[in-house]
C-alpha cells in the first residue's frame, strides 16, 4: 500500500514560518490528501485537506495562516504554516485515501487508513 514519509518539522519561535513535506510513494493524484496534528494529550485533529479535484478544506483555527498543496511531478503534499503560535505545537501526520470522500469527511481521521509517522513542530513563544 502508499507510504508516506514526513519532514520538514522543526522548533520555531511564535510568528514564524516552517513547511513540512509529505512524500507518497505512488501517484498522489489518486489520493485524498490531508495534514492532522495531535498536541501531547489531545486527539487527533484535522488542520486541512485537499481532495482530488483540488478543493481544500482547512481547519478554522489555522485558516489564514495555513496552506495546503501539493506537487504532483514530485508525489509531495505540504503544509505552509505562517504565523504560527504556541497552539499549533504538535506532531504532524500526513494522511491518504484513494477513495472519495465527501467535503465534509475530509478532516475525519477516522476516514483515512493510510498514515505516515509525524514530523514534531514545536512552536515557543
Known amino acids: 500500500q502508499v507510504q508516506l514519509v514526513e519532514s520538514g518539522g522543526a522548533s520555531v519561535q511564535s510568528g514564524g514560518s516552517l513547511r513540512v513535506s509529505c512524500v507518497v510513494s505512488?501517484?498522489?493524484?489518486?489520493?485524498?490528501m490531508a495534514w492532522f496534528r495531535q498536541a501531547s494529550g489531545k486527539e487527533r485533529e484535522g488542520v486541512a485537506a485537499?481532495?482530488?479535484?483540488?478543493?481544500?478544506k482547512v481547519a478554522d483555527s489555522v485558516m489564514g495562516r495555513f496552506t495546503i498543496s501539493r506537487d504532483k511531478a514530485k508525489n509531495t503534499l505540504y503544509l505552509q504554516m505562517n504565523s504560527l503560535k504556541p497552539e499549533d505545537t504538535g506532531m504532524y501526520f500526513c494522511?491518504?485515501?484513494?477513495?472519495?470522500?465527501?467535503?465534509?469527511?475530509?478532516?475525519?481521521?477516522?476516514?483515512?487508513?493510510?498514515w505516515g509517522q509525524g514530523t514534531q513542530v514545536t512552536v515557543s513563544s
Open positions: 494522511a491518504a485515501q484513494s477513495l472519495e470522500l465527501w467535503r465534509w469527511q475530509l478532516l475525519d481521521p477516522a476516514r483515512y487508513p493510510n
Open positions: 505512488r501517484d498522489i493524484s489518486r489520493y485524498r
Open positions: 485537499i481532495d482530488t479535484d483540488e478543493y481544500t
